[in-house]
């Protein structure tokens, strides 16, 4: 192969960037068949060659950023080589927050060091002992290694670390953005620092990402105090891949309570088992990952595909991927990924959201709201990565609302916040870290490790290696004074007569436990067992009893034997089961979601990758929102509350929590509002008035009010004014919370004095006027009998369509009978037999009829969104999506008009005198149907009121809209419809 490099920095800069490397890295290069270097590659290679100074590389994912390091590292340690024999010691340190991306950067970097005669070692807790003595023994190459391994490092080899190092000229930190603004991060910093420490000299830092908010912000994380000298490397202009989307909305049910009452029937519900069918039937035979956000749904929807497979007699390409499951499970799911022939779908949380090398994904399914922008784009970035477009599919499931539904609940938020987090990151803006935290937790853990580290140390050289000139220095000498006092009220530390601190008894005990390592918390878990064989763990904190019934790993258990002493759960296969309990939190939604989301409640645009379902969830959103008036005034009442929406993110919310809980208000958070019980729109507004033109106050005083600070691992070690500190600058946040409580409480001057219980209007439509600017306005009445109750498992027997003008008269009429390929069902309800529709055409022969009758009308039809929904099931079998259409229900209407009585539509026709014609026959029915509305349209005009009806926008897609080209193509068809 010809490698197109050209000697002209003006021509080619890569060419350029090529030529500096050496040659040894050249021909390896030239190995893996490349054209020619990625710009970021490129732009990398002079800062890291200099070895001079620090750099920042932010690129997509797959973009080559790991290359782009490793390149010049290694070509700048060979022709070092070449002058002679390089000093003793690790010349080169990788960290990663995963052990799984070690060992993924294992294997990648092994043929790259191997082309320069450079070792490279792994350290984490999965290693054995005489890997790790043979590093000890003979220190050398590249060392890829976790904080934690770090920092037990520093512990266990003391002050024979800096002949380990010895040899050390850069230092890589992956994934930095996951570091920023955590307590995993402070540690690292610190570690950092304390590297160069040991070995009385800087080491230059280099920090790859994939979401950098803000390059600045990286910088200064990456180098405290110095941020400004940082090279920064941004966005890889070669990074232009083509992205599919679609948004699929589905309406969830609660599980049948029979089936919740025996464990071995359990009820996913109807939408995660509609989410299942979907994903099986366009994601099998392809490499995939579904991103579930939860360990809980990862083992529902595995065990879900797992049933389907079997139910339709294939093998199973589905398996779960999470951090509960053990090692051996985990790399055997990547493996799968990986092996080309074997195609396989890993449902997982985010441990394959970072960038372990699993080969190209086809298709990145994400189920819910991924809880940031960033999140999102690091799972994107796993499709696309062979040049092709990245394929991204999105599920949201709502709940079904009534008129007792919550307010916030009418507002479909999740839907908004999935569309809001998929525009900004088409944008490319993602959540700035919060960088403000005091992180006293991991100082505390610092402390310890340096004591440690040297066999005691003073006061004064604590405060000068950790917060003086490193990573704490916001920590001033009285507040790390106070700090040492607490520690050794805690025995955490003692001083000897000279000065020296040295470990307590209790600090003894924390510092030679395994734990101590990690600067964040880790739940005690049991282990889970089947012959003998380890198949993960669960939390301690769930109670588990004999007799219990898991799903885990893919497969359903029964719990044999619980041994609480030794933390082990013995378990054996069952035919039923149901996901543990696994702790953890949601994430922290960002000020810049929230604000989005407001935006889109307001706009009339629909995005174009929302599917039927999805567009109709935006559109009751927004109308409830207009409803609530909530685009004028932030307040509405339900009963005896209040509820407030700030439209903010969540460090904003908690601090207005805390604000309006200090003034005696009975509040919870909600989402994306606050409820504030037993609390009169009018006390809330004149208290949002009176707090707006007060002084802001200081974050600790506000923080005061808050009972339960203790958040961090070793937070139970300070007093209370330290945890009001450290709690006051990780969790509040006063001076972005003021502005948005002055805009509350201006707008809750315009509340009226006698507010009304919101009552929701039937269907939630916005309304509609057949006179408005849209001009005259068809219907077309749809009615659908079919083989059972289930959009996805049954099928449409027969369909028949009622053409009205706008005026409401009929035009023409249209129906046949359809071929279901499968039983055809009720008989006693239906009266269609197998022999009627022997001979009758399918869906796909019909569906451009189908599409000819429904398009530029309003679709009208008795209990709507079933036959809508048998309708987009039938439309996506034949490899199209069903367009928008705007949709009115005359079950729902018949409530709106007549509040409280019998809706079928039996009982609609004898109270308008209708004649229902022939019973249970498509035609009959939609002919009904069509003269219901035409009733309620005469009523209408009569009473001169346009807001008696709703419906939906009106569509600007063409009859039918074909589906990306991943999923089955749009069959050809012929006409042939019967009529019945």
Not at 184 to 194: D, F, M, N
Not at 369 to 392: I, K
Request: with cysteine.
């Amino acid at each position: 192969m010809i490698f197109r490099f050209s000697n002209s920095d003006e021509v080619n800069a890569p060419a350029t960037a090529f030529a500096r490397l050496h040659k040894h890295i050249q021909a390896w290069i030239w190995a893996q068949k490349w054209q020619q270097l990625r710009s970021t590659q490129a732009e990398a290679v002079d800062p890291i060659l200099r070895g001079d100074t620090d750099v920042i590389i932010s690129a997509a994912t797959a973009s080559g950023k790991t290359e782009a390091a490793w390149l010049p590292i290694l070509s700048a340690l060979a022709q070092q080589q070449d002058n002679g024999p390089l000093p003793s010691g690790v010349k080169a340190l990788y960290l990663s927050p995963l052990k799984a991306l070690i060992n993924d950067q294992y294997e990648r970097l092994g043929s790259l060091a191997e082309s320069i005669n450079i070792p490279v070692h792994r350290r984490h807790g999965d290693v054995t002992g005489g890997a790790r003595r043979a590093l000890r023994e003979t220190p050398d190459g590249l060392l890829l290694i976790t904080p934690e391994s770090l920092e037990a490092m520093f512990i266990t080899q003391g002050t024979r670390l800096p002949g380990i190092l010895n040899g050390l000229q850069y230092i890589v930190i992956d994934e930095l953005h996951s570091f920023i603004g955590t307590e995993r991060g402070a540690q690292l910093q610190s570690l950092l620092h304390r590297v160069e420490l040991a070995l009385r000299r800087r080491i230059p830092r280099i920090g790859l990402s994939a979401t950098l908010a803000d390059l600045s912000v990286a910088a200064e994380f990456l180098r405290p105090k110095q941020g400004a000298s940082v090279h920064l490397i941004g966005e890889d202009s070669d990074d232009k891949a083509e992205l599919r989307m679609q948004l699929r909305g589905y309406i969830g049910s609660s599980p049948d309570p029979a089936h919740a009452a025996a464990e071995e029937e359990f009820d996913a519900g109807v939408d995660k088992k509609a989410i299942a069918e979907h994903l099986f039937r366009n994601l099998r035979g392809q490499d995939n990952l579904v991103f579930a956000n939860s360990r809980a749904n990862v083992e529902t929807y595995a065990d879900l595909l797992k049933q389907i497979s079997e139910r339709n007699r294939v093998a199973n390409e589905f398996f779960p991927h999470h951090g509960n499951l053990s090692k051996e499970f985990r790399e055997d799911v990547e493996s799968r990924l990986r092996a080309p022939g074997t195609p396989a779908t890993a449902v997982c949380t985010s441990t394959l959201e970072m960038g372990i090398d699993i080969g190209t994904a086809d298709t990145v399914a994400q189920i819910g709201a991924p809880g940031s922008v960033s999140a999102l784009r690091q799972r994107l970035g796993r499709s696309g990565r062979r040049g092709g477009a990245a394929t991204l599919r999105l599920y949201i499931s709502e709940d079904t609302v009534d008129h007792r539904t919550p307010p916030v609940d009418q507002l479909r938020a999740q839907t908004f916040e999935v569309v809001a987090t998929v525009e900004l990151l088409l944008e490319r803006w993602y959540e700035p870290p919060n960088t403000s935290g005091l992180h006293l937790s991991t100082l505390i853990q610092q402390v310890l490790s340096v004591i440690a580290q040297h066999g005691g140390a003073t006061a004064a050289e604590i405060y000068s290696a950790l917060c003086e000139a490193g990573p704490f220095n916001h920590v001033d000498r009285p507040m790390f004074v106070r700090l040492l006092r607490r520690l050794g009220e805690e025995d955490l530390i003692m001083q000897a007569s000279d000065g020296t601190l040295l470990p307590g008894s209790v600090g003894e005990r924390l510092i030679n436990h395994y734990s101590f390592y990690s600067a964040f918390q880790s739940a005690e878990e049991y282990r889970l067992i089947t012959s003998g064989r380890t198949l993960g763990s669960i939390p301690i904190d769930h109670p588990v009893i004999e007799g219990n019934l898991l799903i885990f790993a893919g497969r359903r258990w029964r719990v044999l034997h619980v041994d609480a002493a030794n933390k082990v759960i013995d378990l054996a296969q069952a035919r039923g089961g149901r996901p543990p309990a696994f702790s953890g939190g949601g994430a922290v939604i960002a000020d810049g979601i929230r604000q989005r989301m407001r935006r889109l409640y307001e706009e009339d645009d629909v995005p174009a990758y929302l599917d039927h379902s999805a567009q109709t969830l935006l559109s009751e959103g927004r109308a409830a929102y207009k409803r609530m008036n909530l685009a004028k005034q932030p307040l509405i009442t339900w009963g005896e509350d209040t509820i407030l929406f700030p439209w903010a993110g969540d460090r904003i919310m908690n601090t207005l929590h805390v604000l309006l809980t200090a003034s005696d208000l009975d509040v919870s958070l909600d989402g994306v509002a606050l409820n504030l019980r037993k609390t009169s729109p009018q006390q809330l507004g004149s208290l949002l008035r009176q707090l707006a033109a007060s002084e802001t106050p200081e974050p600790s005083a506000l923080a005061k009010n808050v009972a339960v600070k203790s958040r961090d691992k070793h937070d139970m070690y300070l007093d209370d004014d330290l945890l009001t500190l450290s709690y006051a600058a990780s969790s509040l946040d006063v001076d972005t919370t003021w502005p948005v409580l002055r805009r509350l409480a201006e707008a809750s001057g315009t509340h009226p004095e006698s507010s009304a219980v919101p009552v929701p209007e039937s269907m939630y439509f916005p309304r509609y006027d057949p006179r408005a600017e849209h001009g005259p306005v068809p219907f077309a009445v749809v009615d659908v009998e079919t083989t059972g109750f289930s959009a996805q498992k049954n099928r449409i027997v027969e369909i028949a369509i009622v053409r009205l003008d706008a005026a409401g008269v009929i035009d023409s009429t249209w129906s046949t009978l359809v071929n279901p390929d499968q039983p055809t069902g009720p008989v006693h309800i239906h009266g269609i037999r197998p022999d009627d529709v022997v001979s009758a055409p399918r869906f796909a022969d019909v569906l451009d009829e189908v599409a000819h009758q429904l398009a530029g009308a309003v679709v009208v039809a008795h209990n709507a969104a079933f036959d809508i929904s048998f309708l987009t099931s039938e439309f996506e079998r034949a490899g199209v999506q069903a367009p928008p259409w705007p949709t009115l229900c005359t079950m729902q209407l018949s409530q709106q008009f007549h509040p409280g009585q019998p809706a079928t539509l039996a009982d609609i026709c004898r109270r308008h005198n209708i004649e229902a014609g022939e019973a249970h026959t498509a035609l009959a029915d939609a002919t009904a149907a069509a003269q219901v509305l035409m009733a309620y349209l005469k009523r209408s005009n009569e009473t001169a009121d346009p807001d008696l009806l709703p419906a939906l926008p009106f569509p600007v897609a063409p009859p039918w809209i074909p589906l990306e080209a991943s999923d089955r193509t749009r069959p050809k068809t012929k006409q042939r419809s019967g009529q019945r």
